[in-house]
């Protein structure tokens, strides 16, 4: 192989290298549920859609998402999780069936799995 043409095919492996890797995912990505934490990825989004009627002064049907505690402890209808089965979690239904929050903006889909993922994981503080 010649010089200019050993050359040209060195810059063209280098470029289809960089070309080839694959870029960081975001940070916002968990790939492993089990390090979902309430206090680190659940609790912002709870305070962002339910906290107004469930939490601080305000507990509709006795039902306090403010804390993990509360959430365990349940309301008028029982425990709002139940740890590994977020399909058994009235917490997850309501959101997962759009029935909460009744009024304004639902949490999306993604935000939606980040919670069944943390409830499926054990639900860590």
């Known amino acids: 192989m010649s010089f ?9 492996l280098g470029l289809l290298s960089a070309c080839s890797t694959r870029p960081n995912p975001s940070p916002a ?15 912002p989004l709870i ?3 339910c906290l ?3 939490g601080g002064k305000h507990m509709e049907s006795g039902l306090d ?3 993990l505690a509360s959430i365990l402890a349940g309301g ?3 425990p709002a999780l139940v740890r590994g089965k977020p399909e058994a979690s009235l917490l997850y239904e309501m959101i997962h069936d759009e ?5 304004g903006t639902p949490l999306t889909g993604p935000e939606r799995a980040l919670i069944a993922d943390w409830i499926r994981a ?3 503080p």
Do not use: D, W, Y
């Open 4 to 12: 200019p043409l050993a050359s040209a095919f060195i810059m063209l």
């Open 29 to 43: 990505v968990i790939t492993n549920p089990v390090q979902l934490t309430f206090s680190g990825h659940i609790e």
């Open 47 to 49: 305070a962002k859609v």
């Open 52 to 54: 107004e009627c469930h």
């Open 65 to 67: 998402l403010s804390s």
């Open 76 to 78: 008028e209808s029982g």
């Open 99 to 103: 029935k909460m929050p009744p009024e």
């Open 122 to 124: 054990g639900a860590r």
